[in-house]
């Protein structure tokens, strides 16, 4: 899933303060699974900025705000007749008209996604942090995968180092594991402990009876398939 | 062994107890600091390393106190890590390094930016140290990363760290057998200060052909030492060490005494050299190896 975090309500209150009419667009997908931007989320969102003062005049939920539709078949709709094409309604769909911006409760991509198809400002109401998994216990999200464009976890036992490593290490742990954590769950700027993912790595492949996978060396990553911006191909 | 290029390596291959010392650059541009520091250990140690700014604070560069020192006579063991520079960025230095006269380096991972005082910077960390390691070895034989030929290949021996103190060590033991097959040739390892940890580095190092120099700092006070078991992973200070530090009238003497008498036991354990890192203490370094005996 993609994992966000609702901005704070001061920072959405001053980016929507240009706009005389506003309609929020929550999403179906991770962020309503994960409970930071469904149905029920953008409810709410749109009663604390009216509290605020904010003019919300719709609100809708889109089913996935990554995929919407192609640019075509909206060529030649007004930005409402489009938000009625691909949100579905929960209020205020009638007033459409009177919205000068659109604050999206998607991800990152939901909201780029939403602002190619709109000519209307676009507008996020989360930072989207980072593909990840829900931990129940604990109550955390865990950052699983970076997208480096060249998958290792054939011989890394399932554990990714480049994402879960703090130093992306390809080649074992560093000198910086303390009691099995990564050093930098003693820093300052640190908010939580973290593991460190060689030492999960060596436990899983010794369980599974093939540490030799961690006495060969690994290369270096190949980083023209890791730089911004990527783009890849049907059928490759 | 191929062609020797350091006193240091030369003085390895021998059957003498080599020693290196550790040079702590200044914060800011103060030359006299470095030369302080060179002054003292020079006639001690055989080489000194400089480190790359440890736990990622700002200080003055590698190259700058390498070169200071080698232009006094002490020759330098340039540490490299990881943190701050891509393999270009590595790789090119190393080069300037070499230009410069330096004759060897030690290849580190680097701690994490977010050690430091700099936290919000960005970790590079675009090659780790096995892969550094092997890097120093491709182009001293004359070929960069890229595959292009080098006409003057940076001649430079090729050292790494091992932290003897962690649990598990097997993973540790393992990342350093990959260092030695990319092309290590000596190891300094992080301070040991208990003869159990020496016992353990030299059994789970048996298998491996490679000079191991045990590094020792010396204990200044019971918050320093305390402060080391910890924050310093794989440090373990014994219990009858904290106890002297703690009777002690007079620290700057009990630290000599625990210096000396853990280079004894470096000595004893059959190690071919010690790696003494002074933290400040570089004046009494002297005094630390005539006590402990090893030159007698």
């Known amino acids: 899933m993609i994992i966000t975090r609702q901005k704070p309500l001061e920072e959405i209150k001053e980016t929507l303060s240009r706009y005389k009419g506003v309609a929020l667009i929550g999403c179906g997908g991770c962020v309503a699974f994960y409970q930071t931007g469904g149905t029920k989320q953008t409810k709410e969102m749109a ?190 | 062994m191929g062609e020797v290029y350091s006193n240091f390596m030369r003085s390895l291959l021998s059957s003498e107890f080599t020693i290196s010392g550790e040079i702590d650059p200044p914060k800011d541009a103060n030359r006299a600091a470095v030369e302080e520091q060179v002054k003292h250990l020079k006639d001690h140690v ?23 020192m080698q232009e006094l006579g002490l020759e330098a063991i340039y540490q490299a890590t990881c943190r701050d520079r891509n393999r270009i960025a590595l790789q090119s230095d190393i080069i300037g390094a070499a230009a410069l006269g330096i004759k060897n380096v030690l290849a580190l991972t680097g701690d994490h930016t977010k050690m430091g005082n700099h936290p919000q910077a960005k970790p590079v960390f675009d090659l780790d140290s096995v892969l550094l390691t092997q890097t120093l070895r491709r182009l001293r034989e004359g070929e960069n990363m890229a595959g292009e030929k080098l006409e003057h290949p940076p001649k430079v021996h090729i050292g790494v760290g091992l932290s003897p103190g962690v649990e598990p060590l097997e993973p540790e033991i393992i990342k350093l057998e990959k260092k030695i097959e990319a092309g290590a040739e000596f190891v300094q390892t992080q301070c040991i200060y208990d003869e159990k940890v020496l016992e353990r580095l030299k059994e789970a190092t048996a298998h491996l052909d490679i000079p191991i120099l045990p590094g020792i700092a010396p204990l200044r006070s019971v918050g320093m030492a305390k402060f080391m078991q910890a924050n310093v992973p794989g440090i373990s200070i014994p219990e009858e060490m904290l106890a002297k530090l703690e009777k002690s009238k007079d620290l700057t003497e009990t630290a000599i005494d625990i210096a000396a008498e853990l280079i004894a036991a470096v000595k004893d354990y059959g190690f071919p050299g010690v790696h003494i890192m002074p933290v400040g203490m570089d004046r009494y370094v002297g005094e630390m190896i005539a006590r402990s005996g090893v030159r007698r």
């Open chain 1, 47 to 236: 009663a604390k900025l009216r509290e605020a003062g904010v003019n919300v005049v719709a609100l809708g939920v889109s089913n996935r705000q990554c995929y919407l539709c192609e640019e075509k078949e909206v060529a030649d709709l007004s930005d409402a007749e489009r938000i009625r094409k691909v949100a579905r309604e929960l209020e205020g769909f009638s007033k459409l008209e009177e919205a000068e911006a659109v604050l999206s409760l998607a991800c990152g991509v939901g909201v780029q996604n939403l602002a190619n198809i709109l000519d209307m400002p676009v507008l996020p109401a989360q930072n989207t942090l980072f593909m990840g998994r829900r931990r129940v216990e604990g109550d955390f999200d865990l950052e699983q995968c970076i997208g480096c464009g060249n998958c290792i976890l054939a011989f890394t036992g399932g554990i990714c180092p480049v994402t879960r490593c703090a130093k992306s290490l390809m080649n074992g742990p560093c000198g910086g594991v303390f009691n099995g954590m990564c050093e930098v769950s003693k820093s300052r700027v640190s908010e939580h402990p973290v593991p460190c993912a060689w030492i999960e790595i060596y436990n899983k492949l010794k369980k599974q009876g093939r540490v030799d996978e961690m006495r060969k060396i690994r290369p270096p990553k190949d980083f023209t398939k890791a730089a911004h911006m990527r783009k890849v191909a049907w059928g490759l």
């Open chain 2, 46 to 68: 055989v080489a000194a390393n400089v480190t790359d700014n440890p736990i990622g604070d700002v200080i003055m560069n590698t190259l700058a106190p390498c070169v200071i």
